[in-house]
Antibody, heavy 122, light 109 residues
Framework: QVHLVESGGGLVRPGGSLRLSCTAS????????MSWIRQAPGKGLEWVSL????????YYADSVKGRFTISRDNAKRSLYLQLNSLRAEDTAMYYC???????????????WGQGTMVTVSS | QSALTQPRSVSGSPGQSVTISCTGT?????????VSWYQQNPGRAPKLMIY???KRPSGVPDRFSGSKSGNTASLTISGLQADDEADFYC?????????FGGGTKLTVL
């Protein structure tokens, strides 16, 4: 069964940091592009960041560039998102997601985790 | 990175067809072959319905189809069913980024 499970969310003060993790199972993790997408409460989807299968390419939304860092450990079948200098507007459910096809970047999100909630508040 | 433009809502009766548009620019939808569509039910993670403009993942009914003309992509749902009611989002590769549309609420009357 193909599965993604996020963890690491929580309540953090403005300016604080958090590290999100996403653990994969049921597929060859190292073959797929992976992404983080977030959704603020009651709002639409916002793409956050993408990393290629071998970490050679990393893209970020302008809204998080310079504050968030995406990474992956293929040996651990894990994707990460380091969130620094957090702001109230970063409050959202954070989903990790997998590309549709192995060894190709479709820039689409086929398999999704259940999400982990990040709340930035004093 | 401005959001793609989608209608706030569309509606149709069971059995009818509806089309949801997604308008971007020549820097995203207009130049990209990487346009995708997602269905999201309340409290659930989104589900991929269409990718690469018109490809359906395994398990998605062929009632769902995608197309693109110029800077506008479209998702057409034929033979509407009650459980199609959901929010739908489009997304497009935009050169070093991905942009989502604002979302469209589909109501099945």
């Amino acid at each position: 069964q193909v599965h993604l499970v996020e963890s690491g969310g929580g309540l953090v003060r403005p300016g604080g940091s958090l590290r999100l993790s996403c653990t994969a199972s049921g597929f060859t993790f190292s073959d797929y592009y992976m992404s983080w997408i977030r959704q603020a409460p009651g709002k639409g989807l916002e793409w956050v960041s993408l990393i290629s299968s071998r970490s050679s390419t990393m893209y970020y939304a302008d809204s998080v560039k310079g504050r968030f860092t995406i990474s992956r450990d293929n040996a651990k079948r894990s994707l990460y998102l380091q969130l620094n200098s957090l702001r109230a507007e970063d409050t959202a459910m954070y989903y990790c997601a997998r590309d549709p096809r192995a060894n190709y970047g479709d820039y689409a999100f086929h398999i999704w985790g259940q999400g982990t909630m990040v709340t930035v508040s004093s | 990175q401005s959001a793609l433009t989608q209608p706030r809502s569309v509606s149709g009766s069971p059995g009818q067809s509806v089309t949801i548009s997604c308008t971007g620019t020549s820097s995203d939808v207009g130049f990209s072959i990487y346009v995708s569509w997602y269905q999201q039910n309340p409290g659930r993670a989104p589900k991929l319905m269409i990718y690469d403009v018109d490809k359906r993942p395994s398990g998605v009914p062929d009632r769902f189809s995608g197309s693109k003309s110029g800077n506008t992509a479209s998702l057409t749902i034929s033979g509407l069913q009650a459980d199609d009611e959901a929010d739908f989002y489009c997304a497009s590769y935009a050169g070093y980024s991905v942009i989502f549309g604002g979302g469209t609420k589909l109501t099945v009357l």
